[in-house]
């Protein structure tokens, strides 16, 4: 059981994608106060564009919490995942989302990562200001877009063929790493 919160203050990161597939794979409702495209394609998603509600066993995609409601989901929430890409300014504007949100567990998710380094290396800036922060990685794949658009989690399209199995090898086990904190968490709280 968890409330789970993808949020970032910079647009276009991999919020929205993530969010759904997680939501999805762990059975969660899928709350947004961000009109998106996952809410045509999972039962289970709702928009809340004034005042969203906190439920349990929810993955809240925040695109945008400017309003104190949302912010009190946020410090609500078991934990945040933060999306950040390779740029100076979705950095720096992690960097200060952390400051803001100092008492709270917090997953920095390096997403469309071209290659290791660049994971390291932005790895190494947050840890530079926050040392030991959770952190994770995944690399430029069309995996979670490709799962969104065909209204699938992407277990679900990973698992659908021989092919997906192939050709998403790499960034499912980079997925899956993410899931797999929450999975393993509801078997240690049963
Ligand atoms: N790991 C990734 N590699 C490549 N493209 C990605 C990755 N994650 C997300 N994207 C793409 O980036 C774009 C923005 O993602 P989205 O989830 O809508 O971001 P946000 O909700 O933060 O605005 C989408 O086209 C999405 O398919
Ligand atoms: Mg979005």
Do not use: C
Request: glycine residues 4%; charged residues 25%; aromatic residues 12%.
């Amino acid at each position: 059981m968890a409330i789970i919160s993808i949020a970032s203050t910079k647009g276009g990161v991999g919020k929205t994608s993530l969010a759904f597939s997680l939501a999805k794979d762990l059975r969660y409702r899928y709350a947004t106060n961000d009109m998106s495209v996952a809410l045509q394609k999972y039962k289970n998603a709702r928009y809340y564009p004034n005042k969203i509600p906190l439920y349990p066993d929810t993955v809240y995609d925040f695109g945008g919490f400017d309003d104190p409601h949302s912010e009190e989901i946020l410090r609500q929430s078991d934990i945040i995942i933060l999306p950040t890409t390779n740029d100076q300014n979705s950095i720096l504007k992690s960097q200060l989302f952390i400051k803001n949100f100092r008492e709270k567990t917090i997953l920095v998710f390096a997403n469309m990562i071209e290659n290791p380094n660049d994971a390291m290396m932005i790895r190494q800036k947050i840890h530079e200001h926050f040392p030991g922060l959770a952190f994770t990685y995944l690399r430029r794949t069309k995996l979670l877009k490709n799962a969104l658009e065909s209204g699938l989690s992407a277990t679900e399209l990973y698992e659908s063929n021989n092919h997906s199995q192939h050709i998403y090898k790499k960034a499912y086990a980079e997925y899956l790493k993410i899931l797999n904190l929450f999975l393993d968490d509801d078997q240690t709280s049963e």
